[in-house]
C-alpha cells in the first residue's frame, strides 16, 4: 500500500495548490488551526509549544503565538500509529505503557475538566466515574467513558488526578490489537522538566488558552526536530514565507528557521 507523501514536518510548509494540499496527511490537509510541539530529538521530555493559522488549505500557515515550553513523555516520543513508517533506523515506535508521546499528526479532540463548560463536547470529568481505558483487552480501548459501561479493565479514574482539572482529549487512532498506545491528553504539567505519562504538559493557563482556540477545530502536530532535512518539492515550496523564525526549546533563535520538510517523511513506497 502506497506510503502517503507531502508528510509535512509541523504541517507548517506553505501549501499552494489544491493539489499540494492533496498530498498532505491527514488530518492536516484540510487545517485550518494548528498547535505544533516540537522536540530536539526523539528521546527528550522538553519540548515547545507554538500556535498557527491559516484562511484556507491553500495558504500559508501564519504564526500566532510565542514559542513556549511544554512537556511530552518522560521517555521523549515514539511514532505514533498510523506514522510509524516514517520512523529512521531505531527510532522507537509508540506502544502502551512506555512513557512516550506519539509523533505525527492528530485531531484534538473535545475539551474536558472538573468545572462545567458550554464548550461544544466538554466532558465534565466525574468522581470515580469518568475513566479513560488502557486495557487493550477492552473494546473501549482509547476512550472516554463511564466506569459502569466497561467492567473490571484497565481505566485511568481521571477526576483523582489534579493534572486533568483542564485538558484536551488528543483524537490518538491507536490499534489496541498490537497495543499502540491510549489515552492520549494535553493536560496540565507537573513541572516544567516533568515529562509525561505520554500526554504533552502545559501550565495550566495554556491549557485554558488551548481549549478556546481548539473549539472549532485544530490538529495537533508532535514531531521531533531531527526529522527535518533536505527539502524536496512540492513541501518545499516558499516555505520561508510560511513558517521562518519557528524555534525550538534549547535552541537559540539566532539558529533561524527549521526547516520543515523531510526527504525521509517525504518519501513514498509502494
Request: aromatic share 8%; net charge positive.
Amino acid at each position: 500500500m502506497p506510503k502517503p507523501i507531502g508528510l509535512l514536518f509541523a504541517a507548517t510548509a506553505i501549501l499552494v495548490s489544491p493539489v499540494y494540499a492533496a498530498t498532505c496527511p491527514a488530518p492536516i490537509a484540510r487545517a485550518s488551526r494548528l498547535v505544533l510541539v516540537t522536540t530536539q530529538s526523539m528521546d527528550t521530555a522538553l519540548a515547545t509549544l507554538q500556535l498557527f493559522t491559516r484562511r484556507s488549505a491553500n495558504m500559508p500557515w501564519k504564526r500566532v503565538s510565542a514559542a513556549e515550553p511544554a512537556v511530552v513523555g518522560k521517555a521523549g516520543l515514539g511514532w505514533g500509529y498510523p506514522f510509524v513508517n516514517f520512523k529512521e533506523n531505531e527510532e522507537p515506535e509508540k506502544f502502551e505503557g512506555d512513557n512516550r508521546t506519539p509523533a505525527g499528526f492528530f485531531r484534538v479532540g473535545p475539551s474536558f475538566g472538573f468545572a462545567p463548560s458550554r464548550r461544544p463536547g466538554y466532558i465534565e470529568l466525574k468522581s470515580g466515574e469518568t475513566v479513560c481505558v488502557e486495557d487493550p483487552s477492552s473494546p473501549f480501548y482509547n476512550t472516554i467513558t463511564k466506569r459502569s459501561d466497561i467492567g473490571a479493565v484497565e481505566a485511568d479514574d481521571m477526576r483523582s488526578s489534579a493534572l486533568y482539572r483542564s485538558g484536551l482529549f488528543v483524537d490518538y487512532p491507536s490499534d489496541r490489537v498490537t497495543r499502540r498506545g491510549s489515552c492520549i491528553f494535553i493536560h496540565i504539567w507537573s513541572a516544567p522538566d516533568m515529562g509525561t505519562s505520554g500526554c504533552v504538559g502545559l501550565p495550566e493557563a495554556r491549557v485554558e488558552a488551548l481549549q478556546e482556540f481548539s473549539r472549532v477545530g485544530a490538529v495537533l502536530a508532535i514531531l521531533p526536530a531531527t526529522a527535518t532535512g533536505t527539502h524536496r518539492p512540492p513541501c518545499d515550496v516558499h516555505w520561508r514565507d510560511s513558517i521562518s523564525g519557528v524555534e525550538h526549546r534549547g535552541r537559540s533563535a539566532r539558529d533561524g528557521p527549521v526547516r520543515l520538510c523531510s526527504k525521509r517523511v517525504a518519501r513514498m513506497e509502494s
